[in-house]
Each structure stands twice: as structure tokens, then as C-alpha cells.
């Protein structure tokens, strides 16, 4: 597989304390179209925690996590998707932190406090960042490795 940072953004959710997922979920629909195979994300300004397709505006497929998707407080489409989505959140506020593991050694971020969600939002090393393999949480830090240097963003 070629390496593509969009193909890595691989999207994880952490629910810190078994409440915080389901507390006080809006949704809202939103329609996002992809033209000429082209990426476009959305900010939606609160943590997505789930995004379902209603509606295909044309006979491009769909695909969850394939041509759309979500992470943070961004919902994305891609490869011609064109559909109207509803998208679901929790309340919440969003940081960007830059992490860098450079010649294997390990570094460590501050968080500042405790997280809900973190997910990489733009890979800056060609090593992959994926949970557990380039990097992992410690309560309220961050550890990234393997030379794994990116923007995450933070959900709190
Ligand atoms: C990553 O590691 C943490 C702590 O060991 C664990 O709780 C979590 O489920 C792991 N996540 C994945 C995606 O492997």
C-alpha cells in the first residue's frame, strides 16, 4: 500500500470514564460533497462522535472510513462521496498538539488535563503514527516513538 497520511489518520475514540461518551449527544445534519475525487472536511466545532449516512447524492459510493469519516471535531469526505450526513456530538473543546519522536527516541507531550478523544490529524514524519505501535497515552501525556511526529487533535 502507498503511504498516505489521509489513509493513516486512522481514527480512535477514547471514552475516559464510562459517562463521557453518552452525555448530552445534538445531532445535526450536514451535507458535504467530494468533487473530482478531491478531500474536503467540514469543522464541525464540537467532538463528532458518530456520523451515519442518510442520503447519497450520487452513484459514488459511500464507504465509512473510506470516503467519509470524522475525527475530532472534523467530519470529511472523499473519492466523490457527495451525501447528506447526520452528525452526531458531545460537547467539548478541541486542541491541536504537535508531537515528534526524531532519531527513535521517545518524547513526551504535555495534554495539560484529562482527554476524551485524540486522533492524528496531520501525519509529519513518513512513519506512521498509530495508537500503540508510535504512540500512547499516560494519563494526561502523550508519548509518541518509532519516530512518529504529528499534529494530533485533542478532545477534552
Ligand atoms: C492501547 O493501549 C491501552 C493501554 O494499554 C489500551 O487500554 C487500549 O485499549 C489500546 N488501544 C488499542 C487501539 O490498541
Not at 478531500?39 to 452513484?59: D, V
Request: aromatic share 12%; with cysteine; charged share 15%.
Amino acid at each position: 500500500m502507498i503511504f498516505s497520511p489521509k489513509c493513516l489518520a486512522i481514527v480512535v475514540i477514547c471514552c475516559i470514564g464510562l459517562g463521557s461518551c453518552y452525555e448530552q449527544t445534538t445531532c445535526r445534519q450536514v451535507s458535504l460533497i467530494s468533487i473530482a475525487s478531491r478531500y474536503r472536511e467540514a469543522l464541525i466545532p464540537r467532538q463528532i462522535k458518530s456520523m451515519t449516512l442518510l442520503r447519497r447524492y450520487t452513484t459514488f459510493p459511500c464507504i465509512k472510513y473510506f470516503s467519509y469519516g470524522f475525527y475530532g471535531p472534523y467530519a470529511w469526505v472523499n473519492r466523490n462521496c457527495r451525501g447528506l450526513f447526520r452528525v452526531c456530538t458531545i460537547p467539548g473543546a478541541t486542541r491541536l498538539i504537535t508531537c515528534s519522536s526524531r532519531g527513535n527516541r521517545v518524547a513526551t507531550c504535555s495534554l495539560g488535563r484529562p482527554i476524551k478523544s485524540i486522533t492524528v490529524k496531520y501525519h509529519l514524519s513518513r512513519n506512521p503514527c498509530v495508537l500503540n505501535y508510535s504512540y500512547r497515552l499516560l494519563g494526561t501525556r502523550l508519548q509518541v516513538y518509532n519516530n512518529c511526529m504529528a499534529t494530533f487533535a485533542v478532545g477534552y
